[in-house]
């Protein structure tokens, strides 16, 4: 068998299909190359269960179903690499039998071979600091330092301790200059070019409950501001979602993986604009999965319907990169 391309040439048939295989096996690799470049993973914070007096001025919200539904969903949420907890994983961090929920949702990760990247919370270090600890590590033995760096492809995801009343003089002046070194390092590695830094306090909420925390707008917030490479500015402890932009940067507030929910101050009583599209004053449990490509991170907040089932794609947002 003949195939004509024009009148004056022919190929045989045998000819034609290898040519066609070869542009195909080409062009699929091409494809399947720049599909490996994307990384998927997750960030979550909060999910200590309440504790009975917080129940007194705070409504419960079968929590404990909230944080199960979240971690059943990032489980089975295809692609995902990674999860980074912001803190605030217990209520208590002491005490072993605090963990026995959080040690059963963080195994259904790990035996689908997703590490856990965790921040140091309030209650983490509740209620005697050396004992926290020591169920902390137990938990997460390769964690070191309460703060360090995890690099995925293009990303690097810098995981801070905002906990600086629990943190001596020498941990804090050692944790300030590892964050500056480790940034100005990450300015200058061309594999690199965008920073995530996450930690507990948050810099920016309309929280009621919480104050937004000096600390971290003092030490933390201008080195991530002054990061050309600086896109991504994550943190918790207040129980809810928030949106904010600070000289053109993101600030995301993730609080809600379980807590008791937080009213927020809204309309012209906010202490700062945020960009949430949907403006209740209690906002529902969620996580965030973050997807990064060379030139694109996003962002979409899944958040959990009524059901305490399903979630649904409460907010998107999409930062361009540079190569």
Known sequence: MEVILNQNSKISFKTFLKQIMFVFVICFSNFKAQDSTTIRFGFVS???????IEKIFLKANHNLK???????????????SSLFHLGDITAIGMFNGEWEE??????????????????????????FKSYALEQFRKRFPSVKKTWYVVKLNNVAVLIL???????????????????????????????????????HHSPF???????????????????????????LFISGHAHTFEHFKRNGKD???????????????????????????IPTSVRMFHYLVCEATETQLSLKVMMLNQDFKT????????????N
């Open 251 to 277: 600030f995301l507030v993730i609080g809600g993986g379980g807590g008791l929910q937080h009213p927020l101050l809204t309309g012209n009583s906010q202490l700062w604009k945020d960009l949430f599209p």
């Open 161 to 199: 301790n905002s906990n600086f009343s629990r943190l001596s003089d020498s941990e804090i002046e050692e944790q300030k200059k590892w964050y500056s070194n480790t940034v100005e390092e990450l300015e200058k590695n061309d594999s690199i070019n965008t920073i995530i830094v996450g930690v």
């Open 102 to 127: 959080m040690d059963q949702n963080f195994s259904m990760l790990r035996k689908k071979n997703i590490p856990i990247y965790p921040a140091m919370g309030n209650h983490d270090y509740y209620i």
């Open 205 to 231: 909420t309309n929280s009621k409950v919480i104050d937004p925390s000096e600390d971290v707008q003092n030490n933390f917030v201008p080195q991530f501001l002054k990061s050309k490479k600086g896109k």
């Open 66 to 80: 909230a944080t199960n539904a979240i971690f059943s969903s990032l489980s089975n949420n295809e692609g995902i």
């Open 311 to 322: 979630f649904f794609l409460a907010d998107e947002l999409n930062l361009e990169l540079s």
């Open 46 to 52: 909060d999910t200590q269960q309440p504790i009975w």
